[in-house]
């Protein structure tokens, strides 16, 4: 049915009681034409496929927001930390020839085996990094990068680096292997030895 004085659209025959649009007697209504009557039948089903994609687009929204939020406060408590460890066992002293340095590529370090037990000293260069080499014949660290160097007890005295090599603290584990510590807790002093 058909309101005239509103052009409301009703599904069915029955005349109802009023127009639910504009209030209008029974008097106002007839028959609608079938392509409006179509139309109006087709209208709940557009609406109610609207309403479904609202409200899964709402979902979506919400649940990639949830993850954003879980995502960034994961990131604060990492699984894995990605540090490299501070302690090495680097071998048995009998490993290591009195006089000479060994180097350990992993610590990124240097073992001296002296008469009165061990030292240990880093490799890492203070100017940017580099692993500095002991250079026997002169009893010197050279830099390859930038051309830093140290005396044979850390000290800089030439290239860019701003700061002395770092000697390391020594110790012995419990299966009597030599440890070396890159991140010692205190300041190893160059004469320091460690009597293993
Ligand atoms: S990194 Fe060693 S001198 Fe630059």
Redesign the pocket.
């Known amino acids: 049915m058909r309101c005239r004085i509103c052009n409301h659209i009703m599904i069915g025959e029955e005349r109802p009681e009023r127009c639910p649009n504009c209030g209008a007697p029974p008097s106002a209504f007839e028959p609608a034409p079938r392509e409006l009557l179509l139309a109006a039948e087709a209208q709940p089903a557009a609406l109610s496929r609207r309403k479904f994609f609202a409200t899964w687009g709402w979902w979506g929204f919400c649940m990639s927001a949830a993850m954003t939020a879980i995502g960034s406060v994961r990131y604060f408590f990492p699984n894995v930390l990605y540090e490299p460890p501070a302690k090495y066992k680097v071998g048995f002293p009998n490993d290591f020839p009195i006089g000479e340095h060994v180097f350990i590529p992993a610590a990124r370090a240097y073992v001296i085996h002296v008469s009165g037990g061990f030292k240990a000293i880093t490799a890492i260069?203070?100017?940017?990094?580099?692993t500095?080499k002991w250079t026997p014949d002169v009893q010197e660290f050279h830099?390859?990068?930038?051309?830093?160097m140290y005396r044979a007890d850390g000290t800089r005295f030439a290239?860019?680096?701003p700061r002395n090599l770092i000697w390391l603290a020594v110790s012995l584990a419990p299966d009597g292997q030599v440890v070396i510590d890159t991140k010692p807790p205190r300041l190893v002093e160059p004469t320091e030895v460690f009597k293993g």
């Open positions: 260069c203070t100017h940017l990094g580099c500095v830099c390859p990068c930038h051309g830093s290239g860019p680096a």
